[in-house]
C-alpha cells in the first residue's frame, strides 16, 4: 500500500501553486503534508535534497518531534496536498501499520539522501 491510498478521497485537500514555499526550514512543524498531485523539492540552506512527487508525502518529522523545520518544501509544480496534523496522524499509525513503515522508510531515503550531501560537501 502507498500512502497515496489513505488519502486518496481526502476531502481537506490544498492546491499549491507551482513555485509558492510550502514551508521553510526553521519554522513551526505542525503539519506534514501527503502529496496527492504534483512535484514538491525539498532543500536544506538552499541545496536540492529530494523531490517527492503522487504518493509521497512530506514535513513527516514534524509529527514526530516537535522541533523547527529541517528543510524548505518548494512546489515544483502546481500540487494537490492533504494537510495531516498530529491527532490524523497518529490516528494512522494506530489504525493502519503500514503507513507507520512507509513513513520510516521515506525518513531513511532522505537520511542517506542528506547523509550523501553531507560528504559531498567536505
Not at 37 to 57: A, H
Not at 71 to 91: G, M, W
Amino acid at each position: 500500500m502507498t500512502t497515496i491510498n489513505l488519502f486518496n478521497n481526502a476531502k481537506d485537500f490544498i492546491i499549491i501553486p507551482a513555485g509558492e514555499v510550502i514551508f521553510e526550514k526553521g519554522g513551526v512543524a505542525d503539519y506534514m503534508y501527503a502529496v496527492i498531485e504534483g512535484e514538491v523539492e525539498i532543500l536544506i540552506d538552499g541545496k536540492f535534497l529530494d523531490i517527492t512527487s503522487d504518493g509521497g508525502i512530506i514535513g513527516e518529522m514534524a509529527l514526530i518531534d516537535s522541533s523547527p523545520r529541517s528543510a524548505t518544501a518548494v512546489a515544483k509544480t502546481e500540487c494537490k496536498l492533504v494537510p495531516v496534523d498530529q491527532k490524523r496522524f497518529e490516528f494512522l499509525v494506530q489504525q493502519t501499520p503500514n503507513f507507520s513503515i512507509n513513513v520510516m522508510k521515506i525518513m531513511v531515503e532522505r537520511i542517506r539522501k542528506l547523509d550523501a550531501l553531507v560528504v559531498s560537501l567536505r
